[in-house]
């Protein structure tokens, strides 16, 4: 019963559905199995629980249709095991501010329901991330480095981190990734530059570093072994959009907090890898930032060093605070 396991995990730990509430699993026709073992666990405990289910998207960030927006509004808990993510869409924004505490699970698969970030104790996360919310309050410069070769700097000034991902969410209209355990900001638009190496995953593990030059906030250059593929994908989302250049928009840094995770090719677990750091592309506008782009797409860094306000925060892979 793995599967339930993980199902049962993510209803009682993590989210901790009461017998009073109403509970809607949003998944695709990709993760149906994954949404129906959330519908059995969930009805386990509340007799309101909903199965819907749509076709995948067609990539991450993009929204869904409007009667799912309008539906997330209604309930009290929401998961969502989908393709692609829901995470930062205007829907999920919408329904948290409605009150709806939301669950995402993009990319979930049924090995990652028992194994790896979801075995996590989320009880340890949470207080490892709130020990972090003093320390980075009011910074205002980010400078990442890594031996084989990233040299990025940027701005967080006004900027407020993101430290709800902790994988207990009880509070009403909040959300959590799962598995969770991550910190994330979304730098001042037009201030990174320097050059970013990505040596863990580009949307898949990746097998040489790929080497991504930014300038004034934008990606410009990709170079390295599946870096074609990687800029294809840019390349197709950009065209999409009524501002291409918001395709290449630097919208995240992320600092991965859990200890179970590892880099295994899927962006929901590896983003949480705790040692690593990572460097969301596209829109930001749901958490904090100014743009809109429907995608997310996120480059892993293993063993980095950052330094914010000139401050030792990770020292090659280890937190230092």
């Known amino acids: 019963m793995p599967l339930m396991d993980g199902a049962r995990t993510a209803v009682n730990v993590c989210m901790g559905v009461k017998s009073r509430e109403s509970v809607v699993i949003i998944t695709d026709t990709g993760k149906r199995k994954i949404g129906e073992a959330l519908f059995e666990a969930a009805l386990e405990i509340a007799p309101k629980v909903l199965l819907a289910v749509m076709p995948p998207a067609a990539r991450m960030g993009e929204e869904p249709i409007k009667m799912v927006g309008e539906l997330m509004k209604t309930a009290d808990v929401v998961f969502a095991p989908t393709t692609y993510s829901l995470t930062h869409t205007r829907a999920r924004k919408l329904a948290t501010k409605a009150g709806t505490r939301i669950a995402t699970m993009p990319g979930i698969t049924r090995g990652m329901m028992s194994s790896g970030g979801m075995t996590a104790d989320f009880k340890e996360i949470q207080k490892s991330i709130k020990n972090m919310s003093r320390p980075l309050k009011n910074r205002k410069k980010v400078h990442i480095t890594t031996t084989p070769g ?85 390349k197709e989302s950009s065209e999409k959009l009524k501002e291409p250049k918001n395709a290449y928009n630097i919208a995240k840094f992320g600092i ?12 929901l677990e590896d983003e949480k890898a705790l040692g690593t750091i990572h460097i969301g592309f596209g829109g930001n506008y749901t958490f904090g930032g100014r743009v809109r782009a429907g995608m997310d797409i996120e ?18 892979g280890k937190l230092k605070i």
């Open 256 to 267: 991965g907090m859990n200890p179970r995770s590892k880099i295994i090719g899927n962006i």
């Open 150 to 234: 990233t040299d990025l700097s940027f701005s967080i000034e006004g900027r407020k981190w993101v430290l709800e991902d902790t994988g207990i969410c009880r509070k009403k209209g909040g959300y959590t990734n799962l598995p969770a355990g991550e910190i994330f900001i979304a730098p001042v638009e037009g201030t990174a530059s320097g050059k970013l190496v990505v040596d863990g995953a580009f949307m898949e593990k990746v097998k040489e570093p790929i080497t991504v030059d930014i300038k004034k906030g934008l990606a410009v250059k990709f170079e390295g072994e599946g870096s074609e593929k990687v800029e294809a994908i840019f």
């Open 299 to 316: 480059g892993i860094v293993r063993t980095p060093t950052v330094e914010i306000d000139n401050e030792l925060i990770v020292e090659i």
